[in-house]
């Protein structure tokens, strides 16, 4: 139940010679097998599958983890024992289980007692999948287990490392490495060729055309897909992740019977605008807008357009008070409170599009640099005012509503106050913001505020 | 020099003006509106008051206020049955999303299924919505699990959180079955507190998968819900959602983000490799627009009266400008309409089926509206006519039933205007869609009546006529169709009086024939055909309603914001009520009346000195920017009635009635440093007086300080005046 045994698996394609080399390495007989076996190469290159399918071929026990699903070591630990105690079909005393997740030694513990009381002798490969990939400290694991063997004093137990990099730490041991490169592409498209029917499938209703028609059509179809993004990615999983998603909309007009299936080039055409567009490489998202419907207006394509058009500026949701708060806070926290007389002053002597005279006085530092400094909310509420007045002919007017939005900020993180002490709303309060230049630039943008002017 | 010169001398602060007695203003009472109303009979249960200077009949009052309570509990409806059917239909689809099963997938593990759910900006509103959804998720027995950013801020934590609201939600029979293996684990983790029973630590997610495989039920998922995504780590979320996508083949986890920024933004913080293993349905849950509308069309267009142009005004620019929020919408329409009721004797007069007394007429001249109609009167010669306005109150009576019908007339055509343009012209233009009008700033601008206002000036029918411009053929067909079925008899009219021009039949037969010449044709004629249309709708829109303001008497039928009631009462202005509350707090504070004997010092002591922080305040406007906080004191001190003062203080203190200081005598310090000074014969009234102003002084300085008059300066005896103005 905890570990996954190996089941009948097919044989790997395009892994000849890594297989050649477990054959070699990993065998039946403890007396010719290394203690420490090292399968390393990037994700997705079939380490586990050409792992798993010898193992089935090989008359041995082995015991998987995934480490990658583990929190801890003793996690790692607990999963393990449990393992051993399935795989080899013995079964113990509970007794011993409290301490085999309580550290390395106890775990070694359990386990020497594990061997002796049942005189257990049979090779035991322990598959340490992922092991760079635990969650908390691999390197810990690295090295508890380099030294499994000589703790343990037990030759049976041999360790197999899968990982995506080379471990420092297993430097020191004996061990033989299989590397597992990158598939190229002729070797990926062959890979996924025989997926059919598990990767993607046509529905199954769908049964105009023959079986071999179908996988000739998927056949094109990886080779298409290949083809077009091998250069983005090399990551076998990525490129079906791709397969599958592109799948549906791929195959409409065979679905619909606009085209045959046989007129592979016609459907390319047909989709040419979805495959050079960024629809596989977006999240997969679906928009609920059950709004338009009730709203009586006539749903079409540009209200989702226009949903996402607004999406990309950042806090269009905000309401404009809101905005311009945010605006002026960081105004606020990155300028000198002495120089709002200069930015802010309506006397024409001092004139705050000039910037050059303002910057002579003051530090010509990237104020998007500096820490934000506090500011209180009286300054903050009239460089709003101010601000506002700018850009816009009605007045600012602060009532309640305001500071309700300026709690809201504060709830949403915009801004942070500074003092915990203090209560929001008194003279006192010092507040920061907390939004980078970026941010603050755009929304600024889409007021139509020029933030730099306002920036010594 | 002597030595009273030389301390003469030496003194910073002078005190010129002694302050005079002050006057206080017993005539307030409450129930004189400006001499307007005067109380109705105790009797009767209305609590308005009689209008016209009291001259109103009484059943006229009573029948204002029945058409008032008729107006709230309409409104109370209308709102009841809004909040009822709020967000049924969305919660119902996310529910639906959520159990849905997922297909499988090459991996094996399948993607998760995340619900996103994007609020508005206002944190309260959102909370309300996933309240809602998770109770409703709870009565279709899903596990739910919350987590926030401040709980689980690390992954042990999180996973802790995870898997102990999923066991702690076994259905009971379960718990019955496995009663004492529970106990046993509780008992064991009591102990060790990292450890449970079989020996697994608290956040190994084999016991979820465990869990599941005895529990689980097809329809039943886990929903971990994340309440305030946009906080969370995101490498912590990326482990997060890593590991449960492991546990996906076994476990139905679905996700729900609770997020107040927009799609884009949250994805940007997700990983691409854990964006892979998810399947996002997004949601908006901000039905604020939706609900507008549905307030706006069954409320305001259903109503006896309409709002005017100023509160429709008020309320767009509040949306605009901060959270639109219904709440906020239901009180200022209430207060309006109290207000309307309250002071509008003429309200009664609109149904037509009362006779208007004698002493109305008169009232009518001080309209403005109707001032304005003499002044154009007048201004086009016509001196007779306005004569007689002004002196017959026969004629001006009849003119008013006339203007009355006018007004009524304007307002169904205005009605149909509006259902015309949400209705129909609004399914066809881009532009009220995507600039997401609602049906409020659709009321507004049509509502909106400058002296010449044109309707086809405003860049909203502009753009409206630019899109009709460029619509294809089937879509003007639809909107002839549709202008053909509408019933209102304006727009009705529209359509039978051009139905000629109308008639599209011969351009589809053209459209049918394939040959090059009559496509031509084709085009040429529909081109022509839609100009004529849009030329139709253009004189509709001209021609349809005159602007309001333009007719007299209007302001009596329209809701508005008089004398801006609402502002002052739902939208107070923070630091302007302070000052002003702190110049004029008599009307604030209670004044003792007639009061009697016990009372009676403390009265003489209430003439003499204002509230403390009232006095200070008043030193505060006359001071400059900066000060020291020794010249305050003294001033303040000074300011003061010293003698009358100190004599009534201890008289008062000395009083046997009150007890003030005796009930010191059971606190210790309180008794030495307060009892014991004031009763001490030693000690002069100089220096009773001077400790307690310091005291008092202290206390109302910090006070200030507080509220963010003054701000304290470096040298620790100066303040600096905060004066920021119209804060």
Redesign the interface.
Known sequence: MLTTKPHKLRRPIAREDQLDLLQTYITSNPTTTLDHIILRGASSTGKTTTLQYHLSKLDVISTFVSCDQCLSVKVLFNRLFDGIKLDSGLELDSSYDVYASSSFQGFVKSLRDFVTEWEYEDLHYLVLDRVDQIIEDHEAVYEMFAKFQEVLNCGNFKIIWVMNEEALSLTGIKKAEVFFEKYNRDDMVSVIKGMYGKVCNFPKNFTVVTQKQKIAFWHNYTELITDLYFPYSTNIETIIRLLIRLWPKFIEPVITGGLAINEFLQIYRHNMALLSSDYALQPEHQIYNPLSKQMELRINNDIIKEVSDEQDIPLSKLSKYSRYLVISSYICSHTPAKADYLLFSKLQTYNRRNPSKMKASYDTHDHSLHEPSAYTLERWLAVTQVLYSLHYQDKFVSDIDVYRQIEDLETLKFVIKSDKGSQALSGFAKWRVNLSMNVVQAVSESLGVKLEDYLV | MDEHEYINSQKTVYVLKPRTKRKLNHDQRPHTVNQEGQPLPKKSKNPMVGLLGGKEPISFANLRYENYRKSIKKQEEVFESLYQNLDV??LK?IVE?ARSDDEN???GSR?IKTIAL?N????GNGDSFIHKLLAELESKRHTIVTLNSKEANT??NA?KTIIHGVTKNQSASDRQGHQNHNNAAEDEEDEDGQ?LF????P????IIR?WCLKNYHRKNKIMVVFEDI??FNPHLLG?LI??MH??NEKVPFRLIFNS??????L?RN?DVQV??M???????V??V??LI?LIVKNLIMNNDFLIGEDLSQLIT??F?????NIDMFDKILKLSTMAFYFNNPFSIFYYGDKEIPKEYIPHLRQLKSFQRHIEGLVGRSHYERAQILLTNDEKLRYFFIQELSSFKNNELNFKSLFRFVT?VL???T?S???K?YNYLDIYHILILSDKDHDLLKTKFFVDILNDLKGLGFYDLKQLITLLSQFQDPSVRKLYTDNEASLDFSYLEELNDIQSRESQLQFKLEFSRFKDTFIKLIDQFLKTSMKPFANIPFNELFLISNSQDII?KNL?????ENIINSLINHESLLSVFENATSPLQKFNELNELINPLIVELFQIYRDTNLILNIYDFYQVFKYSMNYDKIIDTFVEVLDDDTFNVLENYLNDEDRFKFIYQFFNDPDVSKEEKYDKLMLVFFLQKCNEM???????ERKPKDYLEK?V?R??
């Open positions: 239909d969305l689809k999303v997938d090459y991996f993607t994007f508005k900006s206002s944190v992954m042990r996973l450890l079989d020996k697994r630590s956040y190994d997610f084999d465990e946009d906080s482990k890593k590991m492991s546990q107040t920024v927009n799609f884009t933004t994805v997700i964006q892979n998810l399947t996002f349905s997004s949601f908006e901000d039905q627009n939706y509308n620019q509040k605009h400008n901060s959270v639109k209705e609004s399914g066809f881009n009220i869609n995507s997401a502002q939208f107070p202005e923070y630091r300080i507080y509220m963010g008059f003054f701000k905060a920021w119209g804060l």
